[in-house]
Each structure stands twice: as structure tokens, then as C-alpha cells.
């Protein structure tokens, strides 16, 4: 266990070099020249403003170099200054991560939360009126786009019930946007546990806990929900991917002050140290939530566990 | 209840067995009017090709059919409760703790991710409602019983840690824990190598020598038959046609269809050679007929040699044709 732990974190930590690395040259993959660009909004900078700008971003280096340069930056914490309001990018990033986390998670917790359940049911009653339900509904969660579903959210419960506020900062204000991100992936996380749940229930083993005389709540709760959580374990790393990219949308829907809507505020300046460390945060997140769930796998499977 | 102590009185009888697949017109007979009898310490061998209702005997006998399966007609009784007339929760109760059985596929049949020692003691834990403690000590017993080596780890570890010649025997194990009067061992060896096949037989017929347990044996391998069972009833398309101690099927089969079976044993010294170099294996021409068909006669007709025109328009029914053994065959087993 020890060792597949160790085994993890080392590719984890190859993962963010790669993205580091990409981050760090994504401002030359920008057609044209980003300095210029990035000042456009300043009328007609002259040259020396200009070269002034690429010395002060270290672009006037050679590539490896300017590498070397934001990594060991980077390993300070140090992730550059935002060209507008020339905060510490780290510092705009730490200020709205909770918001994203909190934003995220209880997304989370709607899609886990709801979806495992359902799918459960739905596999036990498989070929039911209530399965076939489940899964049309299923189908609509994955079909609907997210920012169309925080619309109409937010056109029943606050304009027209009136039940929850369109946007703030308090916990009612999360509500609908956490709804909206949890529903989507509610839908791929019900699909997931029914499939997996119906693999297993088919599986020799459920029919030797039968044939022991098991009583069908032991049988569904101790032989078959743990295998078939392990292969939702893995969609709940994909889908907290997704999930996190479709916060960034959600968040701009509700005017939830997260690193969503910094990051698009980030796009619209050009301000790209900030749309660096963005992604690299971003990438970093993911990849952190990827190895948790995999020591999670690991420990519902002892095939993997026990060496 | 009727449960009579004497050694050799009768176990489990199934009485007109009938399971079809499917609803109304649409169903179709998998097993018609199979019955046979156990005596208390027999082993009975259910032997036919696949498709001829063995296993399905087993599930209808366990109550595990299939939801798609259904018990039409008959009665299963085990030491006089007819099975088959139980209430859904009487069913559990009566699963694993009075007829357990043990499955042909151990490397699937054992949960990968619970350990051997939880899967050996939760049977006992419910059925018998016994402490943690007394459970794994009773446990340790039962893999000591079947033979395995280091129990106290074993408990610990993990299916895929073992053999597949270990893990039936925890499956064994397993099927003993309860003190069941009656096993079910549905193709117990037929996924093991071949040396592997004869210690968990040895295994079986030691447990049955020490315990006195019945078993009920499902095979089509009548090399296992001849080592094992005390009886032998052969099924056919869903039907059984012959019944006979084991000895007196093997050197004087009555039904054409057991002949069959037996001649396509592979046997050396039975070998027919054929052509220079080539040897072949005498084998009976045509298929077992599908559930779906609808045979008014004996379905063993089609591909009998001795056929009369009666076989194909009337079953012929059971008669005994010597003492313990009875066929059903117009032509083999006249009146």
C-alpha cells in the first residue's frame, strides 16, 4: 500500500512539472505578441514601455531560461504580480479558492450524495417503471447544459418562487448554483453506480452470499456495494474534473466570487500571469483529488492494497 | 416434522419437479417432472450433457432460480418440508444453515474484496447467531477440516491470495459451516486441474465419511461420478431416465441415452480405433432437443437407435427394472 502510495505521488508530481511547463510557455503559444496585446488597453504603448514589460516578465530571456526562471519563482510561491491591480497573483488565487472549494464540494456532495443512491435503487429495480424514470431524468442531467440549468434555476426558485437569492455570499446563495453543478453530475454518477451495480449483481459471488442464506440487506450492502463502488470511485476523479470546469461557468452565472470568475475576468484583461496561475492551480487541484481517490480505490480493493 | 434419525432413511426427495422459462404460451419446460430421492449420507450424482436441467435442478432445489425461471409443479421436500412452499424469509433461514451449496467457478465465486475469514463466519454469525470470537474460532476448525495449511492467516487474507484448488476448499468450508444435512456440489472439480480435481475429491468423501453429510453431486464428468457417488440419476432434455446404484449404471445402463453417455467416455482400453492413425470416440449422433420443443414422447427419441413408433408419441414413465433401479424406456424397460 505504502509503496503504490509513493508510486502515485511520483507520477502526480511528473504530472505538474509537465503542466508547469506548459503553463510557462502558454504565453508564447498566443498568436501575435502577448506583450503588445496584453497593453493594447493602454493607448499605443511605446517601445521602451514595451520592452520594459518583456523584461519585467522575463520574456526577452531564452525559453529554457524563463523556465527556470518562473520555476524557481514558483517554488517560492512566488506566481508573479497581476498586471492590473499588481496583487501577487497568489495572494487574488488564496482569496478566492474557499469560495471555489465550498462552491465544488457541495457540488460534489450533491452528485455523490444523490446519484450513488439512485443508482442503486435503480440497479436493484432494474427494468421497473422507477428505473426507467431514473434514467430518463438521468439522460435530461447529462444532456442539459449547465449554465442553461442554472437559468432556469434561478427563473423558478428566485424570481418566481422567490425561495433563494439570485446571487450573494452567504450560504442560501449557494444553493442553486451548488444545484446546478450537482444535478449534471448527479445524472453521470447515477448512470455509473446503476451499471456497476448491475455488473455486480450478476457476479458468481452475489449468488454464493445468497445461496449462504444471507439476508438481501447483507447481501447488497456487504458483497456488492464495495466492488461496485470501486469503479465509481474512478468516475468521481473524472467528474470532479469536469466539475471544477463547469464551477468556472456556474460561477459567472450566479456572480459567485470564486476563481471562476476571476478567471474570466483574467481572460477578458489578458492578464496573463493571473490566467497562469489559474491553470496551474486548477491542474493542481485536480491532480491532488486524483490521488486521493485513487488511495481511495486502492483501499476498497485489496487486490491492489495487499500486494 | 417428520425428520427420522436413522442413517439410510430419506432426506430430500423431489417429487414432479417442473420449471419453465418464461410467461404463458411463450413458456417453455426446462426441467418436467424430475424427481429422485437422498438418503441421509448418500451421494447422489446428477449426470447429464449442459442443458439438461442439472444445474437448474440445484437452484429450484436452493430457491435461486432465475427470476425469469419458475417452479410450475412438484415438491421439494427436505426431512419432510416441502421447500418450494416456504415463505421468502423461512427460504433464508433454511439456505445455507440445512442445504448449502458449493459452486463451480471458485475463482468468481468468492467475494475479491472481503476476506476469507468474514466470508467463512458471516453464515454462522446470522444463522446460528453466534459471538465474533466463537465464529472465528469455528472458522479456524473448518479450514483445518478441509485441509488447509496456516489457518490463522488465511483468515486474513484475501481470495486472490489463494489457488484455485484453496479457494474451493474454503468454498467447502464454507458450505459446511452451518452443519448442513444436505450440500449441493455443482460441478465441484470441473474448473480445477487435474490433480488439483482428485484432492477436492478426496476432500468430499472425506468430509462425507466424518460427518455423514448428503451430497448432492451435479457432474457430466462420470469419472467424478465413479469415484463419488453412491447413486446416480441421468437427466436428459429436462427429464431424468434412468436411476441406479452407481455400480449397476456403470456395467448394466438400461436407457439407450445412458449407454450413449457412457460409450463416449474416453476410455483406453475401450478406444475404437478407426482408420490408420486416427482414433475416435464412439458419440450419438444429433443434439439434445431445446426447451422450446414440444416433444409429446420421450425426448431421447430422435437420436435412439432402438426407437419404436410409441417413443415418439408417449413418454414412457419410470419402471423399476431391478432392485434400485428404474428407466424410463419403452423399449429398454417394458412392463
Same mark, same amino acid.
Given at each position: ?37 496584453m ?74 450524495g ?22 430518463v431524468?438521468a ?50 454518477i ?11 449483481l ?106 | ?19 419453465? !422459462?418464461? $410467461?404463458?404460451? +411463450?413458456? =417453455? &419446460? @426446462? ?6 430421492? /437422498? #438418503? ?27 427470476t ?57 454469525? !446470522?444463522? $446460528?447467531?453466534? +459471538?465474533? =470470537? &466463537? @465464529? ?6 473448518? /479450514? #483445518? ?10 483468515l ?5 491470495q ?18 448442513p ?20 475429491i ?57 449407454e ?34 414440444r ?15 410409441r ?7 419410470m419402471?423399476?427394472?431391478a ?13
Amino acid at each position: 500500500m505504502t509503496r503504490f502510495i509513493l508510486r502515485r505521488l511520483f507520477t502526480a508530481l511528473v504530472t505538474l512539472i509537465i503542466s508547469s511547463f506548459l503553463v510557462c510557455m502558454l504565453i508564447h503559444l498566443i498568436p501575435g505578441d502577448p506583450v503588445a496585446m496584453m497593453m493594447a488597453q493602454n493607448s499605443a504603448p511605446s517601445p521602451e514601455q514595451l520592452a520594459a514589460m518583456r523584461h519585467m516578465l522575463g520574456l526577452d530571456l531564452p525559453l529554457w531560461q524563463q523556465y527556470f526562471h518562473y520555476m524557481g519563482r514558483l517554488l517560492t510561491g512566488d506566481l508573479g504580480r497581476s498586471i492590473f491591480g499588481s496583487e501577487p497573483v497568489l495572494t487574488l488565487l488564496m482569496e478566492r479558492l474557499p469560495n471555489t472549494f465550498a462552491l465544488a464540494f457541495a457540488g460534489l456532495a450533491i452528485a455523490v450524495g444523490f446519484g450513488m443512491p439512485l443508482g442503486f435503487f435503480a440497479a436493484y429495480h432494474r427494468g421497473s417503471w422507477a428505473d426507467s424514470a431514473l434514467m430518463v431524468f438521468a439522460v435530461a442531467g447529462v444532456s442539459l447544459p449547465n449554465f442553461w440549468l442554472g437559468l432556469m434555476l434561478v427563473l423558478l426558485f428566485s424570481m418566481t418562487l422567490g425561495w433563494l437569492p439570485v446571487a450573494g455570499e452567504d450560504w442560501r446563495s449557494m444553493v442553486l448554483p451548488a444545484m446546478t453543478l450537482g444535478v449534471t453530475y448527479m445524472a453521470i454518477i447515477a448512470r455509473m453506480t446503476r451499471s456497476a451495480m448491475i455488473e455486480v449483481l450478476g457476479e458468481d459471488f452475489i449468488r454464493t452470499a445468497r445461496a449462504k442464506g444471507l439476508p438481501e440487506g447483507i447481501v447488497l450492502f456487504r458483497h456488492a456495494l464495495r466492488p461496485a463502488m470501486i469503479s465509481v470511485v474512478t468516475i468521481i476523479g473524472v467528474v470532479f474534473g469536469y466539475l471544477m470546469g463547469g464551477a468556472v461557468v456556474v460561477e459567472n452565472v450566479f456572480s459567485w466570487n470564486g476563481l471562476g470568475r476571476l478567471a474570466i475576468q483574467a481572460i477578458s484583461y489578458r492578464d496573463y500571469p493571473l490566467i497562469q496561475g489559474f491553470i496551474l492551480l486548477f491542474a493542481t487541484i485536480i491532480v491532488v483529488m486524483s490521488v486521493l481517490l485513487d488511495v481511495a480505490y486502492a483501499w476498497l480493493d485489496p487486490r491492489i492494497s495487499v500486494q | 416434522m417428520a425428520d427420522v434419525e436413522s442413517p439410510m432413511a430419506g432426506l430430500l426427495a423431489v417429487e414432479d419437479l417442473t420449471v419453465a !422459462f418464461g $410467461r404463458g404460451s +411463450s413458456a =417453455a &419446460a @426446462a426441467l418436467r417432472d424430475v424427481s429422485f430421492a /437422498l #438418503r441421509r449420507g448418500e451421494t447422489l450424482a446428477l449426470v447429464g450433457e449442459s442443458g439438461s436441467g442439472k444445474s437448474l435442478t440445484a437452484l429450484s432445489i436452493m430457491g435461486l432460480l432465475p427470476t425469469e425461471g419458475q417452479v410450475s409443479a412438484g415438491r421439494v421436500l427436505l426431512g419432510g418440508d416441502d421447500l418450494l412452499r416456504k415463505s421468502r424469509d423461512d427460504m433464508i433461514r433454511t439456505r445455507g444453515s440445512r442445504v448449502s451449496m458449493v459452486f463451480q467457478e471458485p475463482m468468481t465465486s468468492l467475494n475479491p474484496v472481503l476476506t476469507i475469514g468474514r466470508q467463512l463466519t458471516e453464515g454462522l454469525q !446470522f444463522h $446460528r447467531k453466534v +459471538s465474533r =470470537a &466463537a @465464529a472465528d474460532a469455528r472458522a479456524l476448525d473448518l /479450514l #483445518r477440516l478441509v485441509g488447509m495449511t496456516n489457518p490463522e492467516a488465511r483468515l486474513k487474507q484475501y481470495p486472490h491470495q489463494l489457488s484455485g484448488g484453496m479457494r474451493q476448499r474454503v468454498m467447502i468450508a464454507m458450505a459446511l459451516a452451518c452443519e448442513p444435512d444436505l450440500i449441493i456440489a455443482d460441478e465441484p472439480t470441473t474448473a480445477l486441474d487435474v490433480s488439483i480435481q482428485a484432492q477436492i475429491i478426496d476432500l468430499l468423501l472425506d468430509i462425507k465419511e466424518r460427518l455423514g453429510t448428503s451430497i448432492l453431486l451435479i457432474t457430466h464428468d462420470l469419472g467424478v461420478v465413479a469415484e463419488m457417488a453412491d447413486r446416480i440419476a441421468v437427466l436428459y432434455a429436462g427429464r431424468v431416465v434412468e436411476i441406479a446404484d452407481c455400480l449397476q449404471l456403470f456395467d448394466a445402463p438400461r436407457h439407450p441415452y445412458t449407454e450413449g453417455l457412457l460409450a463416449a467416455v474416453p476410455r483406453l482400453d475401450l478406444l475404437v480405433a478407426d482408420g490408420a492413425d486416427r482414433i475416435r470416440l464412439a458419440e450419438l449422433p444429433g443434439s439434445v432437443p431445446s426447451p422450446g420443443e414440444r416433444l409429446s414422447g420421450c425426448p431421447f427419441a430422435p437420436r435412439c437407435s432402438l426407437a419404436i413408433e410409441r417413443c415418439s408419441a408417449e413418454m414412457p414413465p419410470m419402471r423399476t427394472v431391478a432392485e434400485g433401479h428404474t428407466a424410463a424406456c419403452w423399449v429398454r424397460a417394458a412392463a
